[in-house]
């Protein structure tokens, strides 16, 4: 057998090809790809607008400026999450602070962030950074509510969740970055998400103007859209209004993305079966504490992690076997950074008792039903 990760990407003669294609035309980046690549994405989520990237940390980082963010100005975001979403923050020179999660769902406790805002004057924290977690879709009805009463945006880390959705109070299916309410949504293609451009990322907003700052900010503050320009000097003109960066994606990579992107759902529909797989088999297991979701989301399983006493012997374990399990994540405020600028042990219980059980099992399409039998004989062997 050979040795099983936590999390994988498929490449498939298709996406050879389609990067091959790219390589021989005229255009290696800002081509014709990078439009079809955000058409094809904004249509898949649900979105009006989509801003090709060059990786998900990027998307989070122009998102924040664009929604003006100043230095020393606050946004919240969870504990349980990639480091980014909350270093992001700290690019635009503001401050992050953390909302404790929920044991049952592991998102940002709603609850909790409304104290947490009833606490403090208005105007005290001007967004808000949702992480759509293992998959899990937050509720960004329930949480824009909340944004509304307080005049908070939110930007949605929808790194793990292509393809989930929530129902709405209204009965409607609310696609993960379909901007509905969020002000942007932001994903990532690194391999082990949902699909890959090898480094890349995304940005989808229904706001008109947002997604003009945001092409300006992806290529050093520069425009050449005669209706923005101050001046015109001619066909060659151009004008730098602000500073931005070069957070490109390539045609290669998009083209790379296209291909992937068509076939994202039967990626999402594997990752469910075998979601419904561990489910089955772990589910009455007294050792074990499977995730839980609510009937009125499509979870879109990113991660599978379970809960378990014993967590480090479990790891090495299947370690032993050559399975790769994962942790995800270790709470951002005890990483030796965030400590040193104040955060320490004891600060959001929920989240570092999370930390403590966690382990991601592996989840990828091509995971196959032997190797699924396998990781699961393997865990149910730790257990006895
Ligand atoms: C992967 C990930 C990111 C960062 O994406 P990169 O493309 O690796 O920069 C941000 N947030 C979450 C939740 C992620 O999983």
């Avoid at 959705?165 to 299916?173: A, I």
């Avoid at 103007?209 to 859209?225: E, F, N, P, V």
Wanted: aromatic share 10%; proline share 5%.
């Amino acid at each position: 057998m050979k040795p099983i990760p936590y999390g994988k990407q498929e490449i498939t003669e298709d996406d050879i090809s389609a990067v091959v294609a790219t390589l021989k035309s005229d255009y290696l980046t800002q081509g014709p790809k990078i439009h079809e690549f955000e058409k094809d994405f904004a249509e898949y989520v649900g979105a009006t607008y989509a801003i090709a990237v060059s990786n998900g940390t990027a998307a989070l980082h122009l998102s924040v400026l664009a929604l003006g963010l100043k230095p020393g100005e606050r946004v919240i975001t969870t504990p349980i999450t990639f480091a980014a979403s909350a270093n992001c923050v700290l690019y635009a020179g503001g401050e992050v602070d953390f909302v404790d999660i929920d044991p049952e769902t592991y998102l940002m406790d709603m609850q909790k962030l409304r104290g947490k805002l009833e606490g403090k004057p208005r105007g005290y924290y001007k967004g808000v950074i949702p992480v759509d977690f293992a998959g899990y879709p937050v509720n960004l009805e329930e949480l824009k509510n909340i944004c509304n009463e307080f005049d908070l945006w939110i930007i949605e880390d929808a790194c793990h969740a292509p393809g989930g959705y929530f129902v709405d109070s209204e009965g409607k299916k609310q696609k993960c970055g379909n901007g509905a309410f969020a002000n942007a949504s932001i994903f990532s293609f690194h391999p082990v998400k949902h699909i890959t451009t090898g480094e890349g990322g995304m940005i989808t907003t229904n706001d008109e103007r947002l997604h003009k700052k945001l092409l300006r900010l992806r290529t050093h503050g520069i425009t050449k859209d005669p209706q923005l320009l101050l001046e015109n000097h001619g066909g060659w003109y151009y004008e730098m209004q602000e500073l931005g960066f070069n957070c490109r994606l390539t045609d290669i990579q998009a083209s790379l993305g296209i291909s992937q992107l068509a076939r994202a759902d039967d990626g999402l529909k594997r990752r469910m079966q075998i979601a419904n797989r561990y489910g089955e088999d772990f589910l009455y297991n007294d050792h074990i504490k499977v995730p839980i979701v609510s009937k009125s989301v499509n979870h879109a399983y990113h991660l599978y992690i379970i809960q378990i006493a014993d967590r480090l012997g479990l790891y090495n374990h299947l370690r032993k076997n050559q399975i790769f399990a994962q942790v995800h994540y270790i709470p951002v405020h005890l990483l030796p950074f965030y400590q040193q600028k104040g955060w320490k042990a004891g600060d959001y219980p929920m989240a570092e008792s999370f930390y403590e059980n966690c382990l991601s099992l592996p989840m990828y399409p091509t995971l196959s039903e032997k190797e699924q039998n396998y990781v699961i004989e393997k865990v149910l062997e730790f257990i006895k």
